[in-house]
């Protein structure tokens, strides 16, 4: 006897989604069931392409469907849409799904890197990624990436973003002379902003990974106002000066409502490449322990490693030079672990919408 739709459909329902807490058959993942005698295909249409469970969910779903009577083959195709949570009140950037914000309450924690080895390691994974340097003052990102060109402008007038390490790339260091101050004031600071967004030619992107400056300033109280934020991500390292500064950005967060997707520690341990002793170099569990405190999720640990440091000078993110060391293995998992709490936020907007 042939399995039919509805068994595999039923079957399929013992897979939970282990961050959206529901089968995936009830938020509608499962597309186009084909039964052709013994072997089933389907679709799993994931809200990520760095969904961290991604493989365990194919390997289970087609465990469950091969174990049905009369199948004799079970292959599931993974897929992605990535979500968004709309524009909620403030215009959407055409093309762009979600705007991330990547801060910290104080500099030299490793705010650039982070921002730049999250934006490869998405890519990575099969993610439309752009990475906007919002630092006007201190613009970095474009050595970290290699960058020495001056963006091209189309003929609407619009920048056409460099494409580096398959991300796109717009930062204010590619449009002054490399030695040359930027004196400004807050209002001009905006206007930078803004045409950052709407004034470069994106195209569709599922993730816009925007690299904050230091402190509490005009760039994120700009972007606050002006887009919809799928989310920030608070970079710190152990000690406690680093993260109490950080906790400031948090609370800067929640007063512009933006949802706070986690926090992550960097520099946190340093391995000896000889006797491999872990020292704790600038104390210990800093962040974890504030996250617990201010209710918002760890998303892990980044250990020192001196490729890291190489690796920005050079414009060679280790994600991409490296990407089997134990720090580009870090941001890796970093970078699935902050896609699914994208996913979790938009759903939970999503969620609010329908109850309204």
Known sequence: ????????????????????????????????????????????????????????????????????????????????????????????????RNIVAVGAGKGGVGKSTTSVNLAVALASKGARVGLLDGDIYGPNIPQMLGIDSTPEVSADKRILPPEVQGIKVISMGMLVPKDQPIIWRGPMLHGAVQQFMRDVAWGELDYLIVDLPPGTGDVALSMAQSVPMAGAVVVTTPQSVSVSDVRKAVGMFRQLSIPVLGVIENMSYFVCGHCQERTEIFGNGGGRRMAEEMDIPFLGEVPIDTRVRAGGDEGRPIVAEAPDAPAAKAFLDLASRVAAQISIQNARVLRVIQTA
Do not use: W, Y
């Open 1 to 96: 006897m042939s399995v039919t739709k509805e068994q595999v459909l039923s079957a399929l329902r013992a897979v939970q989604d282990p961050d959206l807490h529901k089968d995936i058959v009830s938020l509608g993942f499962v597309k186009d069931v084909q039964v052709k005698g013994g072997e089933v295909d389907f679709t799993i249409e994931l809200t990520t392409p760095a969904c961290p469970v991604k493989d365990e969910m194919k390997a289970q779903a087609e465990r469950l469907v091969a174990g049905l009577p009369g199948v004799v083959a079970a292959r599931a195709r993974m897929t992605a849409n990535v979500s968004t949570r709309g524009g909620m009140g403030r215009q959407q950037v055409p093309g762009i």
